[in-house]
């Protein structure tokens, strides 16, 4: 094998995380990534000079590494970060993914877009001003979105003489808020200044009373194999394949994604909702048959047995089966402008591969993400609130809860006259 083929292997070998940024308005989320960008050496020479050169035309003092993220012209204009913007990098050890988002609480939304695939999420707190409202949010956020690492970012610590009363004071109480959260299970500090560099990529010699590892040391290393689910099978079915030509002429493979779990040849499988078993003949992708299919690769099963199988079917094993039902509880954050959610409104829920009618029967209460009181006795649901609410469907959902599945826990909810997507939903029961 040649260098460049066994290069390209053992990039594609290495390990992925996504990890999702957010903090309030000028807390310098874009600054870190761009940071992060361009100490770990992962921008091109033409990107750096097309940042130097627009720094110097707004005349900035420093090169404004936030510009090689907020991309639309908008948030070049207004120093802010609007849309989802997600980037790409790789050092030796890991592959990333990055969802920058919004700091505004309009864009409350856009954060659960960007947080909904994320295994970590970095919120950053402006030293100086501490813990405020839009901590709290986004950390509630990630909660809910079952975001198990947590790395709380203290920036800015060059305008408060990197003081380590000021991070421990802010670090002591945010410990105190998250201790009401449910599923955040690691939970990291660390102080730096984005701005010059301090703990983003290397060590800062400015906080020699940090006994802890840089930022990116711990994004390479941060261990995520267990956030999946390896012990649930499940297998929402998109397409049945049926080529039409001689050499695959008896073929008949169901394509879709492994939502979670582990499927092998020689399985016993059962398809749900009709409850026929069957065993698993064998399993394929691009490159050919493979001995064991998990999340989230997507493959072709073809089972032993003709058994009449169709998209929004699911395959599972008999004696670990999803919930089966049409009356759920569940978590929605509202992402309409234009349309509130209403008692007895009804709607087109996408579940996995299945879509169905869905009538909201109630609202139980919404969330204050300031307090995380509960508020109940409300009306309807406006742009980015969060809530509980129950709903029917018109056919069954084969489903697990959000805590135990993300894949099979989590729905939209659809216009559908207008095919908007409304909401996104995790259930809860």
């Not at 919004?102 to 402006?126: C, E, F, K, W």
């Amino acid at each position: 094998m040649s260098k460049a083929n066994t290069h390209e292997k053992g990039y594609l070998d290495m390990g992925l995380l996504r990890f999702t940024t957010a903090g309030s308005v000028d807390d310098g989320k874009s600054t870190l990534i761009g940071r992060l960008l361009y100490d770990s050496k992962a921008i091109f020479e033409d990107q750096l000079e097309a940042i130097e050169n627009t720094s110097k035309q707004r005349g900035d003092e420093e090169v404004n590494l936030a510009l090689l993220t907020d991309g639309l012209r908008a948030e070049r204009e207004q120093g802010i970060t609007i849309d989802v913007a997600y980037r790409y990098f790789a050092t030796p050890k890991r592959k990333f993914i990055i969802a920058d988002t919004p700091g505004h609480v309009q864009y409350t939304r856009n954060m659960v877009t960007g947080a909904s695939t994320a295994n970590l999420a970095i919120i950053l707190i402006d030293a100086r001003k501490g813990v405020i409202e839009q901590t709290r949010r986004h950390a509630f956020i990630a909660d809910l979105l079952r975001i198990q690492h947590i790395v709380l970012c203290v920036n800015k610590m060059d305008l408060v003489d990197y003081s380590e009363a000021t991070y421990h004071a802010i670090i002591d109480e945010f410990r105190g808020f998250a201790s009401r959260l449910r599923n955040i299970v690691d939970m990291t500090f660390i102080p730096i200044s984005a701005l010059h560099g301090d703990n983003v990529v290397d060590k800062s010699d400015k906080m020699p009373w940090y006994g802890g590892a840089s930022l990116l040391y711990h994004l390479e290393n941060v261990y995520v194999a267990t956030d999946d689910n390896h012990v649930d099978p499940r297998f929402p079915v998109q397409w049945v394949i049926r080529p039409h030509s001689n050499e695959w002429h008896d073929f008949r493979g169901y394509s879709g994604r492994v939502a979670s779990g582990v499927f092998k040849p020689g399985d016993d499988v059962v398809v749900c909702p009709s409850g026929f078993t069957t065993k698993i003949k064998g399993i394929h992708t691009m490159d050919g048959e493979v001995k064991e299919a998990f999340s989230p690769m997507s493959v072709a099963i073809t089972l032993e047995d003709e058994i009449d199988i169709s998209r929004g079917d699911m395959l599972a094993k008999p004696n670990n089966q999803p919930l089966v039902g049409q009356d759920i509880e569940a978590m929605i954050c509202w992402f309409s402008e234009a349309k509130q959610l209403q008692p007895r409104g009804k709607y087109i829920l996408r579940h996995t591969s299945n879509e169905t009618k869905a009538i909201v029967q109630d609202i139980r209460y919404k969330v204050d993400i300031e307090t995380l009181h509960k508020v109940e006795g409300v009306s309807s649901f406006s742009l980015n609130e969060i809530g509980r609410v129950s709903i029917r469907t018109a056919a069954p959902l084969l489903y697990d809860t959000y805590r135990k599945n993300r894949t099979t826990g989590s729905f939209i909810l659809i216009d559908p006259f207008t095919n908007e997507t409304l909401a996104a939903g995790m259930i809860r029961s």
